[in-house]
C-alpha cells in the first residue's frame, strides 16, 4: 500500500506529464488516507462534471468532520448543486463559526452586513476568536471584544440572509443604452463586499497592461495606467464566487464563460483611455484566444468606492457619463449577433484628479474558459 507521500510523489509526477486525470485520482486517494488538501484538490477537480460526487467523495473521507472540510462541503452545495443558500448550508456556517473558522465568519459577516445588530454580534466573535483575519479584512470601530463569548443567533443570521437575498432580486436594472445594452444596477454590491475585495487582494496589484494587437501578449501601454490584480481560480473564495455569480446574473451570461476577476485601482492622474473591450480580428485567430473562450462579449464592472466628480466611466459615441458610486454594477455588451465590434461600445475611463478610484471588472467571453469552468463548473 503506498503511502501519502508516495501517491502525492507520483500525483505530481503525472500531472508534469500532462496525465491529469491520473494526478487526480491519486490526490484522490491521499485524500482517502486524511491528506485533507489532497482531497479538497480531487474534489475541485470532479465538481467541474459531478458536484454531487464531489459531495460524496468529501463525505467519505476520514476528515469529513475537520472544519476545513466542512466548509468546502458547504462552499460546494451553495455554488455548484443549489441556487440559494439553504436551511442546511445557513446552519453549517454558525456552527463553524461559533467555533471561530475565520472564513465562515467572513461569509456571514458578508451576508448579514446591512443589519447591524447581527452583523455585530458575527463580527465581535470573530474579533475574539479569529482576531488576525479581524484586524486584516474587518477592524470595524463599532466592536466591542468581550471577554465573554455570546452564542449567535441563527434564526437572526438567516432572516438577515433572506433579506440579502430578497433585497438583490428586487434590484432596479436601469437601461442606458439598448444599442449596447448597457445596463446599470445601483447597491449591487454591500459596502462590506466592496471594502472587502480592496483590502483581501491589494497585495495582488501590479501595472496594468494590454493585449498586444499582433500576438495578444501582455503589454504596458500608456492607454492605460491603473494597477490591476487578476483573482484567479485559486484565489475565488466564497465572497469572490458569490460576487462573480451576482454579476453574470446581472449581465445574463454564463458563469463558465468568464475570465477572472479583475481588480483595479486608479490613482490621481491615473485613466484608461477610450477603447474596446473585444478582440480585433487579428487577435481572435490566435489558437490560444479561441482555445480560452473566443471574443468577449460582455464586460461587467462594479465601483468599489464613491468619486465625486471625476473618474467617470465615459461612452463617447453615445455620449453617456457613469459616475462612479460604491456598490454599483454596470453591464454592456462587446459585440453584435455576427460576433462584430459594437462601435458604440467605445469608453473610456476618466483620469483620477484626488484620492483613488477602485473598480471589479469582468469580461464574459462567447465560449466556456477555463477560469468559469474551475471556478463554476459547467
Not at 459596502?191 to 499582433?214: D, G, H, K, W
Not at 453574470?248 to 491615473?270: D, F, M, V, W
Given at each position: 500500500m503506498n503511502s501519502v507521500q508516495q501517491l502525492l510523489d507520483q500525483a505530481q509526477y503525472h500531472q508534469q506529464q500532462g496525465a491529469i486525470d491520473k494526478s487526480m485520482a491519486l490526490l484522490g486517494e491521499?485524500?482517502?488516507?486524511?491528506?485533507?488538501?489532497?482531497?479538497?484538490?480531487?474534489?475541485?477537480?470532479?465538481?467541474?462534471?459531478?458536484?454531487?460526487?464531489?459531495?460524496?467523495?468529501?463525505?467519505?473521507?476520514?476528515?469529513?468532520?475537520?472544519?476545513?472540510?466542512?466548509y468546502h462541503t458547504a462552499l460546494i452545495t451553495r455554488f455548484y448543486v443549489e441556487e440559494n443558500f439553504s436551511r442546511s448550508v445557513i446552519s453549517e456556517l454558525v456552527a463553524l463559526a461559533q467555533s471561530g473558522h475565520a472564513e465562515s465568519l467572513l461569509v456571514l459577516s458578508c451576508?448579514?452586513?446591512?443589519?447591524?445588530?447581527?452583523?455585530l454580534q458575527i463580527v465581535s466573535v470573530m474579533a475574539k476568536l479569529s482576531p488576525n483575519i479581524y484586524r486584516q479584512l474587518v477592524n470595524d470601530d463599532r466592536v466591542l471584544v468581550s471577554t465573554s463569548l455570546e452564542p449567535l443567533d441563527e434564526s437572526s443570521i438567516e432572516r438577515a440572509i433572506r433579506a440579502r437575498e430578497a433585497k438583490l432580486r428586487s434590484?432596479?436594472?436601469?437601461?442606458?443604452?439598448?444599442?449596447?445594452?448597457?445596463?446599470?444596477?445601483?447597491?449591487?454590491?454591500?459596502?462590506?463586499?466592496c471594502r472587502y475585495l480592496q483590502?483581501?487582494?491589494?497585495?495582488?496589484?501590479?501595472?496594468?497592461?494590454?493585449?498586444?494587437?499582433?500576438?495578444?501578449?501582455?503589454?504596458?501601454?500608456?492607454?492605460?495606467?491603473?494597477?490591476?490584480?487578476?483573482?484567479?481560480s485559486e484565489m475565488a473564495d466564497w465572497i469572490v464566487r458569490d460576487i462573480d455569480t451576482r454579476m453574470a446574473n446581472i449581465s445574463?451570461?454564463?458563469?463558465?464563460?468568464?475570465e477572472p476577476l479583475n481588480l483595479l485601482r486608479y490613482q490621481k492622474g491615473q485613466e484608461y483611455k477610450a477603447h474596446y473591450d473585444a478582440f480585433s480580428h487579428k487577435q481572435c485567430q490566435q489558437t490560444?484566444?479561441?482555445?480560452?473562450?473566443?471574443?468577449?462579449?460582455?464586460?461587467?464592472?462594479?465601483?468599489?468606492?464613491?468619486?465625486?466628480?471625476?473618474?467617470?466611466?465615459?461612452?463617447?459615441?453615445?455620449d453617456v457619463k457613469i459616475k462612479p458610486e460604491q456598490g454599483t454594477i454596470v453591464s454592456f455588451k462587446n459585440i453584435d449577433e455576427n460576433n462584430e465590434i459594437l462601435k458604440l461600445s467605445l469608453h473610456l475611463g476618466a483620469p483620477v484628479a484626488n484620492g483613488e478610484k477602485w473598480t471589479l471588472t469582468k469580461w464574459i467571453r462567447i465560449n466556456q474558459t477555463q477560469y468559469g469552468i474551475l471556478t463554476h463548473g459547467n
Amino acid at each position: 500500500m503506498n503511502s501519502v507521500q508516495q501517491l502525492l510523489d507520483q500525483a505530481q509526477y503525472h500531472q508534469q506529464q500532462g496525465a491529469i486525470d491520473k494526478s487526480m485520482a491519486l490526490l484522490g486517494e491521499a485524500g482517502k488516507l486524511g491528506n485533507i488538501y489532497a482531497a479538497l484538490d480531487f474534489a475541485y477537480y470532479k465538481v467541474r462534471s459531478d458536484a454531487k460526487f464531489a459531495l460524496i467523495y468529501l463525505q467519505s473521507i476520514p476528515n469529513a468532520q475537520h472544519p476545513t472540510v466542512r466548509y468546502h462541503t458547504a462552499l460546494i452545495t451553495r455554488f455548484y448543486v443549489e441556487e440559494n443558500f439553504s436551511r442546511s448550508v445557513i446552519s453549517e456556517l454558525v456552527a463553524l463559526a461559533q467555533s471561530g473558522h475565520a472564513e465562515s465568519l467572513l461569509v456571514l459577516s458578508c451576508w448579514c452586513s446591512e443589519e447591524e445588530k447581527v452583523y455585530l454580534q458575527i463580527v465581535s466573535v470573530m474579533a475574539k476568536l479569529s482576531p488576525n483575519i479581524y484586524r486584516q479584512l474587518v477592524n470595524d470601530d463599532r466592536v466591542l471584544v468581550s471577554t465573554s463569548l455570546e452564542p449567535l443567533d441563527e434564526s437572526s443570521i438567516e432572516r438577515a440572509i433572506r433579506a440579502r437575498e430578497a433585497k438583490l432580486r428586487s434590484l432596479e436594472h436601469e437601461m442606458l443604452n439598448e444599442d449596447i445594452s448597457l445596463v446599470r444596477v445601483k447597491n449591487a454590491l454591500s459596502a462590506f463586499e466592496c471594502r472587502y475585495l480592496q483590502q483581501r487582494f491589494i497585495p495582488l496589484l501590479t501595472r496594468s497592461m494590454v493585449a498586444n494587437p499582433a500576438d495578444g501578449s501582455p503589454l504596458v501601454d500608456s492607454i492605460r495606467t491603473s494597477d490591476v490584480g487578476v483573482i484567479l481560480s485559486e484565489m475565488a473564495d466564497w465572497i469572490v464566487r458569490d460576487i462573480d455569480t451576482r454579476m453574470a446574473n446581472i449581465s445574463k451570461t454564463k458563469t463558465s464563460h468568464g475570465e477572472p476577476l479583475n481588480l483595479l485601482r486608479y490613482q490621481k492622474g491615473q485613466e484608461y483611455k477610450a477603447h474596446y473591450d473585444a478582440f480585433s480580428h487579428k487577435q481572435c485567430q490566435q489558437t490560444e484566444l479561441i482555445e480560452e473562450g473566443g471574443q468577449r462579449a460582455h464586460t461587467v464592472l462594479a465601483y468599489l468606492n464613491s468619486m465625486s466628480s471625476d473618474g467617470e466611466t465615459h461612452f463617447p459615441k453615445i455620449d453617456v457619463k457613469i459616475k462612479p458610486e460604491q456598490g454599483t454594477i454596470v453591464s454592456f455588451k462587446n459585440i453584435d449577433e455576427n460576433n462584430e465590434i459594437l462601435k458604440l461600445s467605445l469608453h473610456l475611463g476618466a483620469p483620477v484628479a484626488n484620492g483613488e478610484k477602485w473598480t471589479l471588472t469582468k469580461w464574459i467571453r462567447i465560449n466556456q474558459t477555463q477560469y468559469g469552468i474551475l471556478t463554476h463548473g459547467n
